[in-house]
């Protein structure tokens, strides 16, 4: 058996492409099949680009394929019966829902469509599954829950904490990861904020005018960003929105504390791992600051429950229940027996 998986374009991002290339790894060693990964020519930015990139996709063969997010309407141009597709959230219909034309768009071509096709449907969360049957109707009631994995190479790496000036690891800047109210809670906190991800002027200005000790780090390489992780005393991920929220699990693999909001899907993939606070309020996120650098002994017990917790959810694990759909769909198996 052969199994394409299928990445959107690069520059685009990197979580995607990190856990499907760890699955990607972790299917060939542990079963007997072939695997390549194709990346999508253009980045999606217009209907021409989409075009050009379904073009593509239908000149490619393979037993399986695997879409593992981003790029939904690949699966318009491959063969239903031998697709999974992968749908990490619902973030564009979110997005755009006070646009019309382009939620239609979205709906349709990146959603509806592509789910209807698709041979099987997975999303790693239950929220991004109840989201899709709230968008879709009876037809996201096919999505199948699998965890993401976290990056195998991220591993427990004590070190001391350092109380007196801590070290902020923020990763994300788009505008759901509130980096504004995480810079307006920090005000007058002696620490350091290493910020990963693009700034805007505007947020140079608000980090400035709250005098803010910070670091900023663009397009780094996996091996640069684990240690940001490692050489961080606590990761904030106060974010308004996610469909799965992978730098938790990150931070509790390497065994930094995390401040977290407290919204679905990351109270139920991190339970007791985290603390959490509302993340629309800026004391809330001040205060949750101030106790994890004050309160050593709820800090440990905090990273240790992390520990707990990321066993979990490895890449052997989301790759077995990945093969398990793969041979599924290679036996052209009915949906519900699957879900059983």
């Not at 505007?202 to 709250?210: C, K, P, S």
Request: charged share 20%; glycine share 4%; proline share 5%.
């Amino acid at each position: 058996m052969q199994i394409t998986y299928l990445f959107r374009s690069p520059g685009t991002g990197y979580s995607i492409e990190t856990v499907f290339g760890h699955i990607r790894q972790s299917m060939s060693l542990l079963h007997d099949v072939q695997t390549q990964d194709v990346q999508m020519p253009n980045i999606s930015h217009n209907l021409r680009q989409v075009w050009q990139n379904l073009r593509f996709v239908r000149r490619l063969h393979a037993d399986i394929f695997h879409i593992t997010g981003d790029v939904h309407y690949a699966a318009l141009a491959l063969p239903a019966s031998r697709t999974v597709l992968t749908i990490h959230d619902c973030g564009p219909l979110k997005k755009f829902r006070h646009r019309p034309f382009r939620y239609v768009a979205f709906w349709l071509l990146w959603y509806y469509l592509p789910v209807r096709r698709a041979r099987y449907v997975t999303v790693v969360s239950e929220k991004t599954r109840q989201e899709l049957i709230r968008y879709l109707g009876r037809i996201g009631e096919k999505a199948i829950v699998v965890p993401n994995g976290y990056d195998p190479s991220m591993v427990y790496t004590p070190a001391r904490f350092k109380a007196e000036r801590p070290v902020l690891l923020q990763v994300g800047t788009a505008s759901n990861k509130n980096l504004l109210r995480l810079i307006n809670a920090l005000y007058g906190i002696p620490c350091t904020l290493v910020i990963v991800g693009t700034l805007t002027d505007d947020i140079i200005a608000y980090l400035q005018t709250h005098q803010i000790d910070y670091r900023h780090y663009v397009n780094l390489s996996r091996e640069a960003l684990i240690d940001c992780y490692i050489n961080c005393d606590m990761v904030t991920f106060l974010s308004t929105y996610e469909g799965f929220g992978m730098p938790i699990l990150e931070a509790n693999a390497i065994g930094r504390v995390v401040l977290a909001s407290a919204l679905e899907p990351l109270l139920s993939i991190a339970p007791g791992a985290a603390h959490f606070v509302d993340p629309t309020d800026t004391i809330a996120i001040r205060q949750g600051v101030l106790r994890l650098m004050d309160d050593e002994y709820y800090r440990n017990r905090l990273i240790e429950a992390g520990l707990d917790t990321v066993r979990r959810y490895s890449i052997d694990k989301a790759t077995e229940h990945y093969a398990a759909i793969y041979q599924k769909a290679f036996r052209n198996t009915p949906l519900a027996e699957v879900v059983a």
